[in-house]
């Protein structure tokens, strides 16, 4: 059964920033999480978990990217998520 048209982005630049959000933006948060994961956990063990969870949490975002209806929203989220995690990260150690 195909999908009712009232569901689908009309714009192709709309489903072009969704996209490049999910991929692009998805990467950058998942590489940011994977970064303070380094400061609170052994690195060697994060390194090495990384490539399973690293793949499974950036297609989670990927296809995250498609239920937010705005593209901005989108965008503004990943980006705030990758600024929340970088700034955890550049904290001194307590």
């Known amino acids: 059964m195909p999908a009712n048209k009232k569901y689908l982005t009309k714009s192709p630049w709309v489903r072009l920033s969704k996209i490049l959000a999910g991929v692009i933006g998805g990467y950058v948060v998942m590489f940011s999480f994977h970064l ?32 937010i209806r705005s593209a901005w929203k989108v965008w503004a989220s990943y980006a705030a998520l990758s600024l929340l995690f970088a700034l955890l990260y550049m904290l001194p150690s307590l």
Do not use: D
């Open 36 to 67: 303070l994961l380094t400061r609170i956990l052994p690195r060697e063990g994060v390194v090495v978990t990384s490539f399973i969870t690293g793949y499974i949490l950036w297609a989670c975002l990927l296809l995250g990217a498609f239920l």
